[in-house]
Every structure is written in structure tokens, then in C-alpha cells.
């Protein structure tokens, strides 16, 4: 038995590519990681069952300007590295949470890695991370037992941790040669735009790459090396209403390489649209609070179900006895009405031609990215999970996610909701018109756009949400033309606002950011069609007390020498 055991210990040291070996950052992770476990033990025999190292390399070119004229053109390289080492047992170790009320501190901040290769010096902040880490884990370790010794048993007493099979993987990631000139001059002429438009006090067109480079190595003999490029070009202008709300428009466009950004074209009519929006909201009317009747187009929609929905099914918040673990005892009960699915599915790079943000290969954890079927026909299958198990949920499906700095916890990928009621959009206005009526409403509204959201999921705070709708109109049931308004907030609880989903339109948007979390911000992606729902609150958007600019913008001198105020 002992043999045997042995050799599955061995096994993916064997297997471990001849590339992965040559790299000088995984073969000196690889190596540090196998000498921390054989030789690094504390006074008293303690030594850790497992450790696992992750460093994140960040290569970005920034290029921005504003009123056509350059603020920012730059290239900045670091690499980040987290170590992930437990004392204990996978029953119970260190990272095990203490259930005791304390002050919220922010997290350290990450930890800087040498840039240029330099494996001697690669392991030696590895060597001193994971002295560092090994001190603080038996330091913590008693209070862990002292905790479960004298508090009350969580709910769930599953383990802290979960042994998976090592992966070994390794990819050449490789870099965007950025045409910097090209690029500065593209920025430039698209933010000239916003120099007819004083009104508009603050604005700016950028374009970023960014290539994320991932090294994984642990002691189950794990060895990853993967990434990806992000390119995204962003457009933004705000201005100050006369009664002293802020107004923004934000809009992006996001490419996995340069051949599929848009050309100049298409940016400047969505800057020029980006202009007529703010412009329109500065003269719209602020509504008042309302309850009737809606639809959220599918940007909308995705942040919608992004916030409510998807928060509530990451798998660490169902052990969590601080959280509202809306869905922990759900599992093969009806969540949602039952035309709806939804699933998670990382593994996705593309959707009908778009990016998507939440595309990976691996987790944080060194796990395989997968797609996990959530809600089937209404009805809950299943959670995001990492490495961190739950009553019935004893394995990760590839969901353990961070950004530098932070302990990975289970989150979204690329969130995909489907329906099997589907109408056209014109006909699912038809029904926002009819659901109307059957109420008395005199108009619903309609949410076209918005710039995110947030959620609580906590038991401290109420359990509720929030999201931020920048274009948002009324549809009168009277045949008035459309009316924009603006001021609006979307609130509510989860619970109810899915149960007032009443049906969905044919067409799905995507809607790309990046979400924080208690594991920092990581690129997501939430893909929805329009839904119309029977009832949904609004609330008066927070104004500030500053009027406009008192003082007239300068004048501006055309080429030809013509000055105009």
C-alpha cells in the first residue's frame, strides 16, 4: 500500500513536461514547492500537507487621451505571487474561518516577484513567501482548533479542502506587438469628438492590452503555465445636470486579438452615440419612485441576474453561516420559473462573434475550467465550486478564483441564462403593455443600459440588491411616444424579483466587466436575453449638491482661425 501511494505522489513529478522544467518560473515553483514539502517542518514536527504557489504576470499598454490630446501612453510589466499553504488536515486546517466578530481589515497588498527570469532569484522570494506563510499558518492552526472546540458547529461541517487530480499543462503565452503610434493617434481623433461638447466636463477614449500570464505548481504535482490577451477599447463622458446629479456614459468594445477590434468607423459612431445619450439624459426628467411593470434588455438583464442570481450560487456561500445561503437547501426544488436555465461555462472564449470575459483554461486552483449545469428547467442541479467542499458537493468544478493578494474562492465565469418562453422583442413590449393595463399602470419602464451593480448576500446586512441603470425609459400604454427619464435605481430582494419573471425576448446580449468580491476583481461575463417582469422597484438615484460650471468654457479656435464661444 505504501509503494502504491508513493507512486501516485511521483506520478505527475514524471510527467512533468520538458518545457514546464525548462520555464524558469514554473521549473523554480516546481522545485521550491517539492524541497518546502520535504524539508520544512516547525519546532514541534508540524509540517504542512499542502502548498501550492500562483503567480499572475500583468504585461499592459495603456493609451488614453482626452479632448484629443495624450494623458497616457504606457507599458508596465510585474508579476504577483500567492502561496497557498495549509496545516491541519483537508478535515481541518489553518484556513478554516473563525467564527468571531472582527474588525474588517483590507487584505496585504500582493506580494512583487522578479520580472526578468532570473530563476536564483525567482526562488528565493519563493523560499522566503513560504517561510512567511508557514509562520502565520501555525500561528492560526490553534486558534482554528480552539474555535471548533468552544463555538457552536457550522451547519455544514464539510471539509476545508478538497485533493484533486494534478494537471500538467504548458502553453507559450504570447504577446500583442502593439503599434503604439498608431494607437496614440486612434485615441486621439476619437476623443477630439467630445471638444464640441463643453458641457461635458469630463471624458476620455482608451485602448488597453492586456496579457494575464498564470504559473501554477503544487505539491500534488500540479504544473500549469496558461493565459490570454484582453484588449478593450473605452469610451466615457460624464457631465453635471443643472439640479447637480452626475451623469455617465460608458461603452467598450473587447477583442481577444487586434484583428477583431472594430475600426474607426464603428468607435467614432458609438462616441458620437455615447455624446447624444448624455446630452438627451441632461434634459430628461427625474422620475419617482415606482413599482409596476419592466423589461431589462440583456445587458441589463445580465448584470440583473449576474448580481442576484449568480452571487447566490457560488459554492463557498452555501458553508458560510454569516451568509443568507439563499439556495443552500434548494437542490432539486424549483428556484426559478421553469421556462429558465442557466449554466456557467468558462471553457467559452466566443459568443456569437463577441468575447467573453470570463474565459479561462484553468482556475486558480489548478483546476480545469468546466461547464456546470446551475439551474435545469427552474429547478437547482448544482454550485460553482473551488476547492473548498460542501454538503454534497465533495470536488471542484473548476471555479476557484482571485486576483493577486487574495485566497481563491468560488466564483462566476461566463454566466449564460436560457429560455424556453421566448417572444420577439416588439411582441415582449406588447406584453409590458398588457401587464400594464392589467395593473393600471399608466406606463412600465424600460432599463436599456447600465453601468453594474452590487449585491449583499450576508445575514448582517440586508440581504438585497442593487442595480445601476443609466438609459431608462417610460412606455406609456397610451401610445405616447417613449420618454427618457433618468435618477433611477433598481433595489430589491432576490426571491421575490425572480419570481416576476414572466418572459424573455429572442434575442441575448453580453454584458463584460469585472466583478470584486472577497477574492479581489475578476473579468466576468453574463450572457441574457430581454426579460419582462411583472413587478420591480425603483428607487431616486443619489444627486450631489454642485451646480454646472458658473464660468462659460473657453473659446475655441478653429484651424482656419475663426473663434468661437
Request: hydrophobic share 35%.
Amino acid at each position: 500500500m505504501k509503494k502504491y501511494l508513493l507512486l501516485l505522489i511521483l506520478l505527475p513529478i514524471i510527467l512533468f513536461s520538458q518545457q514546464g522544467k525548462d520555464d524558469p518560473v514554473l521549473g523554480a515553483m516546481s522545485s521550491e514547492v517539492q524541497r518546502a514539502m520535504k524539508e520544512l517542518k516547525s519546532d514541534d514536527g508540524m509540517k504542512p500537507y499542502f502548498i501550492a504557489y500562483t503567480i499572475d504576470e500583468n504585461s499592459t499598454y495603456n493609451i488614453s487621451s482626452t479632448h484629443g490630446v495624450l494623458n497616457n501612453s504606457s507599458f508596465t510589466k510585474a508579476r504577483y505571487l500567492d502561496v497557498d499553504l495549509r496545516v491541519g488536515s483537508p478535515k481541518l486546517d489553518n484556513t478554516h474561518k473563525i467564527r468571531e466578530r472582527m474588525m474588517m481589515l483590507m487584505p496585504p497588498p500582493p506580494v512583487e516577484i522578479a520580472v526578468n527570469d532570473d530563476r536564483d532569484a525567482i526562488k528565493y522570494t519563493l523560499w522566503l513567501e513560504t517561510e512567511n506563510s508557514f509562520k502565520e499558518a501555525i500561528q492560526k492552526y490553534p486558534k482554528v482548533l480552539a474555535s471548533a472546540a468552544l463555538n457552536v458547529s457550522q451547519t455544514d461541517t464539510s471539509n476545508d479542502f478538497s485533493f484533486e487530480t494534478p494537471v500538467n499543462f504548458y502553453e507559450n503565452v504570447t504577446h500583442p506587438m502593439v503599434d503604439v503610434k498608431k494607437w496614440e493617434s486612434f485615441v486621439q481623433d476619437i476623443s477630439k469628438l467630445f471638444n464640441d461638447y463643453p458641457m461635458i466636463t469630463d471624458s476620455y477614449v482608451m485602448i488597453s492590452f492586456n496579457t494575464v500570464t498564470k504559473y501554477f505548481a503544487s505539491s500534488e504535482g500540479s504544473n500549469i503555465k496558461h493565459g490570454r490577451t484582453y484588449i478593450r477599447i473605452s469610451i466615457k463622458g460624464s457631465l453635471l445636470a443643472e439640479d447637480g446629479m452626475d451623469l455617465s456614459k460608458y461603452y467598450a468594445f473587447d477583442a481577444g486579438n487586434e484583428n477583431e477590434l472594430p475600426n474607426k468607423e464603428i468607435v467614432e459612431k458609438e462616441a458620437r452615440k455615447v455624446i447624444e445619450q448624455l446630452l438627451n439624459l441632461k434634459d430628461a426628467p427625474v422620475t419617482e419612485p415606482y413599482v409596476g411593470p419592466a423589461i431589462l434588455t440583456g445587458k441589463a438583464s445580465a448584470v440583473f441576474f449576474h448580481e442576484i442570481f449568480g452571487h447566490r450560487v457560488e459554492g463557498h456561500r452555501q458553508k458560510n453561516d454569516d451568509e443568507g445561503q439563499t439556495f443552500t437547501k434548494q437542490i432539486n426544488l424549483p428556484i426559478l420559473p421553469d421556462f429558465l436555465s442557466v449554466y456557467d461555462d468558462p471553457t467559452l472564449e466566443k459568443f456569437n462573434g463577441a468575447t467573453l470575459n470570463g474565459f479561462y483554461k484553468f482556475d486558480d486552483e489548478g483546476i480545469k475550467s468546466e461547464r456546470v449545469t446551475v439551474v435545469d428547467n427552474g429547478n437547482l442541479k448544482g454550485f460553482l465550486m473551488g476547492r473548498s467542499p460542501i454538503q454534497g458537493f465533495a470536488k471542484s468544478n473548476g471555479h476557484g478564483r482571485k486576483s493577486p493578494g487574495n485566497r481563491a474562492v468560488s466564483r462566476q465565469g461566463n454566466l449564460f441564462i436560457k429560455s424556453t418562453k421566448s417572444y420577439s422583442f416588439e411582441d415582449l413590449k406588447k406584453k409590458l403593455i398588457e401587464e400594464c393595463k392589467k395593473q393600471n399602470k399608466p406606463f412600465g419602464l424600460l432599463f436599456d443600459d447600465n453601468e453594474g451593480g452590487f449585491t449583499s448576500t450576508g445575514r448582517r446586512a440586508v440581504n438585497a440588491f442593487k442595480v445601476i441603470p443609466v438609459i431608462v425609459y417610460k412606455i406609456y400604454t397610451d401610445g405616447r411616444p417613449d420618454e427618457l427619464i433618468r435618477g433611477v435605481d433598481v433595489i430589491g430582494t432576490p426571491l421575490t424579483c425572480f419570481s416576476k419573471i414572466t418572459a424573455t425576448s429572442d434575442r441575448t446580449s453580453v454584458f463584460s466587466g469585472f466583478c470584486g468580491a472577497e477574492s479581489g476583481y475578476v473579468p466576468v461575463t453574463a450572457i441574457s436575453p430581454d426579460i419582462l417582469v411583472s413587478e420591480i422597484e425603483i428607487q431616486k438615484k443619489e444627486k450631489g449638491t454642485d451646480k454646472p460650471p458658473v464660468l462659460p468654457p473657453p473659446a475655441k479656435e478653429f484651424s482656419n482661425g475663426e473663434i468661437v464661444k
